[in-house]
């Protein structure tokens, strides 16, 4: 038996050797744990240990192979969200559940009322929500359609939705993952009030002193098994780190570059506005070799569109790119190749790799016409083979053989792939967006050990990321975007997260355009 | 200026609102499926079997208002095989939908030809009679085109009226916007994607179906082959036109209508100087004008031909 919390408090919800297999992936294996009224637990694992499954069943989305859930000594039937949100259990997905081209209104009420009522209650809604909002400091206009709102406004919807249906149980997936730092600490007070007004939250996470800080109690996963839980009063990340890897962690050291000459370089980047992606204002920005500069700032603020910029997917409206001094025209994928720029994708699935291709063609797509891989017209496998057998050799990819499919790799193998090839010829220049989103603690070392290896000797590297301690740790200087504008940048521990945070939320902005010299 | 002299003339308006009731019912149709992220090109099959069991029950000695429903219940069984082939299966939709055109239109033929073998001509029946609206009739030009119409013309506008209500003031209508846009979404409010996808094909296929029946039962009153002669494929088109709301699209149905009604004067006006092909083909020019104008711009349903399986992220 695991020791109980403290002692009197009754369970609300109570999960009873949950076990459930996608094919040979054992996700959940026995997960058995009680929450109390008024207690806000932590479930903490790195990705892929089984957080997100373990929700979906008690929230009825999967059904287990094993094991029950009780809700208020209740069991809940299997498979039936309807039942899950009729026991008072609401869950704030990781990837909202939202309609965008309805209003905020729209999509609280939905599927509150009874499906044919003739009519809908739309004035008390309105006071219901006000009401709800007021209490608990989320602050939302209820007309406005959810594709005008802010990631973090669609969060406070996400709650709300689920408050308007007086749940007793709040679930939140990775909540923070979209959030700038003031806006976390928002959302923490909102949480503090809820469980004051006795609500019970599972708060799921993968950052350990986030869950230090909220959580009364941790329950840390581990390849699908539960692997301990700790009162959060007597623990510390250390522990709490080693239990969620299993091993002791080593720290990767984080080293200061010494940067040379300017070699890529943004002039007045100016593009116009799309619908979900913010223009950018008037961008410069500069890269040195022998130095990483890390872009810090919440999704969707315009880096998609500058990494494109980049990579020659896009073109700007105004604006140019100048490489070593010389300005560039007839920018393209392909010319960005042929100027040995190292490209480590965002998404990789969508742009990385060829999910369905196998590890040598995925590995010679950035270069299948060239005299090394293709003679006459005709793929020269074997060269493409020794080039995969290469990587996986040097870059210690898990995978069976190259003959695989890359749909068959592990986020962090595949990453590893993408790290190989982008770094195969040391380019000059290295993009590198999102480099270890997803990815376990491993990996994300090993990654950021590479990347400093790639600075030390001498290429320029933009690290684009949303989770500031990596640009903080790894950047020799910041630049923050914030709704298409660049911050002036700023050397390594010049400015506190705090501060970062501010110019990430769009405040302390110059007005006229955005220059990082 | 006879051209522009056209346009003054009630039976002009009278043939515009006459062409556009059959597009009003099945657009709405369309529309409906759409809204709910289920593209329907079985539109054109669909309003084949609206007209063949329309016309057949009346001419069978059903009532006219029978002969509706029949047209209605047809359409929805029909909309019912789309909408398992697509939403439980998750198969193409525009495969599946160009699929129930080309049955719905062989087996309405077939149906045909098994139930009425001897006949050479198409038999008629007693159609829906135009109903003035006292007073309302006697207003100039509009008078007659909006208030001396048959019960089905009325039907149509209150269809839309209807429709709008449904979709942007009651639960289930908001339930139907939402499956449009993000399933998942409905699904994490406990209601099942399932069940509003299929009700809301089977829906809008009855009044698909309805459509086809006003050929038969108010603008003729036959049956013959071909008579949908591409009606559902602009229906398609109209529900675009009109950014997937009712009052836009009603308003396209009515424009298009209007050309339609105006090439025909216009042959006469212009007296065989241009042949009569290239003002059969001007409203159709026209409408690919217009989607190139208003339709660039519109917001679609976002999930909109992608199926839903449930616990797939």
Redesign the interface.
């Known amino acids: 038996m695991e020791p109980r919390h403290s002692a009197g408090a009754e369970p609300v919800l109570r999960l009873d050797g949950i076990t459930i297999t996608f094919g040979d992936l054992v996700a959940n294996d026995d997960i058995s744990f009680d929450l109390s009224k008024g207690e806000i637990v932590a479930l903490l694992g790195e990705n892929g240990a089984g957080k997100t499954t373990l929700m979906?069943i008690l929230f009825g989305?999967?059904v287990a192979d094993t094991g029950t859930v009780e809700a208020f000594g209740t069991r809940l039937p299997p498979g039936d969200?309807?039942a899950?949100?009729?026991a008072g259990i609401g869950?704030v997905?990781q990837?909202f559940?939202?309609?965008?081209?309805?209003t905020v209104l729209?999509?609280i009420?939905?599927?509150?009322?009874?499906?044919?009522?003739?009519?809908?209650q739309r004035r008390a809604a309105r006071e219901k929500i006000r009401r709800l909002s007021a209490d608990f400091g989320l602050e939302v206009d209820t007309d406005a359609l959810i594709s005008d709102l802010s990631v973090g406004e669609r969060q406070r919807v996400e709650i709300l939705?689920a408050l308007y249906r007086d749940v007793r149980i709040l679930i939140l997936d990775e909540p923070t993952a979209v959030l700038t730092p003031s806006e976390t600490e928002a959302l923490f007070r909102t949480l503090k009030k809820l469980v004051e007004k006795g609500l019970s939250i599972i708060f799921i996470s993968h950052k350990l002193y986030e869950v230090l800080a909220i959580s009364d109690r941790i329950l840390v996963l581990r390849g699908g098994r539960l692997a301990g839980t700790l009162q959060s009063a007597g623990t510390n990340r250390a522990e709490l780190a080693a239990l969620m890897v299993g091993d002791k962690v080593e720290e990767t050291e984080f080293t200061s570059g010494s940067p040379g000459g300017t070699v890529f370089c943004l002039k007045n980047i100016t593009t116009l506005h799309r619908p979900g992606r913010p223009a950018l204002q008037d961008v410069s920005l500069d890269l040195r070799a022998g130095e990483i500069t890390g872009l810090a700032g919440v999704s969707g603020n315009g880096q998609a569109t500058l990494s494109a910029i980049i990579e020659g997917r896009e073109t700007p409206q105004q604006g140019g790119i100048e490489i070593e001094g010389m300005s560039v025209r007839q920018w393209s994928p392909r010319a960005a190749l042929g100027r040995n720029i190292g490209r480590i994708p965002e998404d990789r699935h969508a742009i990385g790799m060829i999910d369905d291709m196998n590890i040598v063609e995925n590995v010679i797509s950035e270069a299948y016409a060239s005299p090394r891989f293709a003679r006459y017209g005709i793929l020269d496998m074997k060269a493409g083979r020794a080039f995969a057998e290469e990587i996986i050799r040097d870059y210690d990819v898990k995978c069976p053989s190259p003959d695989i499919r890359a749909r068959l790799l592990s986020g962090g193998n595949m990453q590893k792939l993408i790290l190989g090839r982008a770094l195969d010829g040391d380019p000059g220049i290295i993009l590198a967006n999102q480099p270890t989103r997803g990815l376990d603690i491993g990996a994300v070392s090993y990654v950021h050990k590479r990347l400093i290896e790639a600075r030390d000797r001498g290429a320029a590297i933009l690290l684009i990321s949303e989770d500031l301690d990596e640009v903080r740790a790894l950047s020799d200087r910041i630049v923050v975007i914030s709704k298409g504008r660049l911050s002036e940048p700023s050397g390594r521990g010049e400015l506190s997260v705090r501060e970062l945070g501010e110019l990430m939320a769009g405040h302390g902005f110059a007005d006229e355009g955005s220059h990082a010299a | 200026m006879e051209a522009f002299e056209i346009l003054l003339t009630a039976s002009f308006w009278v043939a515009a609102i006459r062409i556009a009731s059959p597009l009003i019912f099945a657009t709405m149709g369309e529309l409906i499926c759409e809204r709910a992220g289920v593209l329907n090109l079985g539109i054109e099959g669909i309003m084949t079997v609206g007209a063949f069991a329309g016309w057949f029950t009346v001419y069978a000695g059903g009532g006219l208002w029978l002969g509706v429903f029949a047209a209605a219940f047809a359409g929805a069984m029909f909309g019912l095989l789309h909408g398992f082939l697509t939403v439980p299966l998750g198969l193409s939709q525009h495969v599946t939908g160009i699929g129930i055109t080309l049955l719905a239109t062989s087996m309405t033929y077939f149906t045909y030809r098994l139930l009425l073998p001897e006949v050479t001509s198409p038999p008629k029946i007693e159609p829906f009679e135009p109903f003035a609206i006292p007073g309302l009739s006697e207003i100039p030009i509009i008078g007659p085109a909006l208030f001396n119409q048959t019960p089905l013309t009325y039907l149509a506008f209150v269809t839309v009226a209807l429709v709008a209500w449904v979709l942007y003031r009651t639960p289930v209508g908001l339930a139907v916007r939402a499956v449009g846009e993000n399933p998942s979404a409905v699904e994490a409010q406990g209601i099942s994607v399932t069940a509003m996808r299929m009700g809301a094909v089977a829906a809008g296929s009855a009044l698909m179906a309805v459509g086809g029946a006003f050929l038969t039962m108010s603008a003729f009153n036959s049956f013959f082959f071909e008579m949908i002669n591409g009606r559902g494929w602009i229906c398609i088109a109209l529900v675009v036109f009109g950014s997937w709301r009712p009052g836009k699209a009603l308003l396209g149905a009515i424009l298009f209508a209007a050309f339609d009604a105006y090439q025909v004067r216009l042959q006469q006006v212009t007296g065989g100087i241009v042949p009569y092909q290239v003002f059969l083909m001007l409203p159709y020019v026209l409408s690919i004008l217009a989607l190139i104008v208003v339709a660039r711009r519109a917001t679609y349903p976002k999930a909109l031909m992608i199926p839903y399986q449930k616990g797939e992220r």
């Not at chain 1, 559940?97 to 309805?102: G, I, K, N």
């Not at chain 1, 009420?109 to 044919?116: A, N, P, V």
């Open positions: 979906n989305h999967y969200p309807a899950a949100l009729q869950m997905h990837h559940t939202l309609a965008d081209q309805l729209e999509n009420i939905l599927g509150t009322e009874s499906l044919f009522a003739p009519g809908q939705k």
